[in-house]
């Protein structure tokens, strides 16, 4: 059996390709991402079905292209969607970061936001990097973020603790852990 120590290294991923998310119509996200935030539409696939299967579904796949060439993208399924997929989502739950290389920039983004109707929170620091908020129409949130001077430091100095890091979170969240999951089983009758 092959283990996964028998392997050779990976590959090296060269960057993100494309992240999909669901999108409540198409046309209202791309006045979003193409209008609002002047990314490209590179492509507007619709089908019939689910690539490489029998399952029968008409959907479209939109992507639209940032200037490093990745992409993000969405599905539009008008006849699969739920009334609470399209909902506020915390960004703790997903988000989409998109960086800028300066300030001005970023503040352009929040004028552009606001002029549009959007909501904007920030610019907010995070030491790191500094970032301004929206929702998009799918209630995604999505971020401008710039990095900050110390960037390069303050990573550099992360990437050094991060078996510490991982080592001490996991010693102090994992009984939490276990106690949600306990509560979350269903009680077991003797």
């Not at 619709?46 to 060439?69: C, L, P, Q, V, W």
Request: hydrophobic share 40%; with cysteine.
């Amino acid at each position: 059996m092959t283990t996964l120590a028998s392997l050779p290294p990976p590959p090296t991923i060269q960057g993100v390709h494309h992240a999909a998310y669901l999108c409540f119509d198409a046309a209202e996200t791309r006045a979003f991402y193409e209008d609002v935030c002047g990314l490209k539409t590179v492509a507007a696939f619709t089908f019939n079905d689910i690539s490489g299967t029998d399952i029968k579904i008409r959907y479209m796949h939109i992507f639209f292209e940032m200037a490093d060439g990745n992409c993000i993208a969405f599905f539009d399924l008008p006849t699969k969607l739920r009334p609470n997929d399209f909902k506020r989502a915390s960004g703790f739950k997903q988000h989409i970061a998109m960086r800028v290389e300066t300030e001005d920039e970023m503040l352009a983004f929040k004028k552009r936001w606001e002029a549009a109707g959007y909501h904007v929170d920030g610019p907010l620091d995070h030491h790191f990097v500094r970032s301004i908020y929206t929702h998009d129409p799918n209630g995604i949130q999505v971020e401008i973020t710039i990095k900050t001077p110390e960037y390069g430091a303050i990573m550099a100095k992360e990437q050094t603790m991060v078996e510490e890091t991982m080592a001490a979170w996991e010693k102090e969240t994992r009984p939490l852990k276990d106690a949600y999951l306990k509560a979350q089983s269903p009680a077991k009758s003797g």
